[in-house]
């Protein structure tokens, strides 16, 4: 518990608006709910209110706690209907145009997009006595003059992968690093390597990004795993297969990967082993099925869709290994829960991963196929080299355990934010009073 001579910041809004239900948020949605949580026992005399849209409002109601409200700001109209819509016309207009307009169409759809979410929420924070905004999904939308703004910066792939993004994506993910790199107090980033790329990339003072690692590993030993259920429904057999748990999203490889493991079958992996490939079902599922197939994988490759946190620990700590070929990550959250697991693990060379796994995980090109398959034949055969990771996985996840320590190195960055701004904003109005709605909206 903190002290409670620390009075800032009293009240702290937080922007859950991107958040989608299931696991369409990927990591970055494990990560949020956990460290409010933790935020919310670390400061039970700050509020957080946490500003909401329709389509996840009744799922976040877990997060409720006495210092811990949901205040819906997007309802359904404009969540589930005007804004995709509208964003779709303006995705297909930009895709057609120079370079120049486009960029200015893209800043407008930006505005328009946050015009949108904001609605009549205009001077939403002060009337909430709001201290401090957090944005955990980058975006500053709700940014108000005169309240601190904290920013979570994930990664910048779309810069490395454009073609891996829709044209309106990449104007949206564009103009939100722009705008949390103009409006917040502090950007957090994930890794040495987000952080780097950031100043590389964006117009910011050293000063202003820090990074904070996001030390969730023991997530999954805490979710259980023990109980095989999900390993009978998926008639698999403890330690006769690897997994690779993410997201069916370009940048994940799995073409890599499904080639790779074809390569890895013909070259000395053991004919029992099989590749499970988990995660939220997205377009290209139907389309890494079909690979499989024509790869003659259908047997020994499955896709069984998104998982609770129990059977993917289940899935998890069972495994022969974890084989994580990624071409950018901006942590790798899975690979630190698979060491936590007691699991050896495979991941690619490139972005954070080399920064994240240290001397724990075999490395490779995830653009080698010859590189992966070797790594996964190694993974599951040398008995000596599995060890040896596996004693490395245990020492570096405990470098990534500490979920107290990750919530008070926010918690430090939101004091010196408000600091920061009280010290810039002497003269500013007082606030008012917090809205009465906000103890109603999460009905």
Known sequence: MLSAAVPLPRTVAV???PLLPGGEN???????????????????????????QAASHGHLASLERPNMRRYLVVGPLVGNALRPLLLGVAG???????ASPRRAISRLGYSVNALLKRGGTRGLLRDLGADLLFCPFTAPTYWEPGVATVCILYDLQYRAFPEFFAPEDLA????????????????VAISDHTRLTA?????????????????????????GGRETSILDQLGLEPGHYLVYPANFWPHKNHEG????????????LPERIQLICSGAPGPRTSSLRELARRLGLEARVRFPGYLSDPDLAALMIHAVGLIFPSRYEGFGLPVIEAM????????????????????????????????????MVELVRDEARRARLIRAGHVRARQFSDVRRMAADYWAVFQDATKMDHASNRRRPSKASPRSAVSQSSD
Request: aromatic share 4%.
């Open 15 to 17: 922007d859950l608006t």
């Open 26 to 52: 990927g990591g970055a949605r494990i990560f949020v709910l956990e460290l409010l949580v933790q935020l919310a026992e670390l400061a039970p005399q700050t509020r957080f209110i946490l500003l909401t």
């Open 92 to 98: 297909r207009l930009v895709s057609h145009l120079p």
């Open 172 to 187: 949206h993910r564009d103009r939100a690093f722009a705008e949390a790199c103009r409006r917040a107090s502090v950007l």
């Open 199 to 223: 100043l590389e990339q964006g117009e910011l003072d050293p000063k202003r990004i820090r990074t904070i690692h996001p030390r969730m590993a023991r997530r999954l030993s805490c979710a």
């Open 257 to 268: 990967l499904l080639s790779a493991f074809d390569l890895a079958c013909r070259s000395g």
């Open 340 to 375: 936590a697991a007691g699991i050896p693990v495979a991941c690619s060379r490139v972005t954070a991963l080399p920064e994240i796994t240290a001397e724990a995980a075999i490395l490779f090109d995830p653009q080698a196929p010859d590189q992966m398959a070797r790594a």
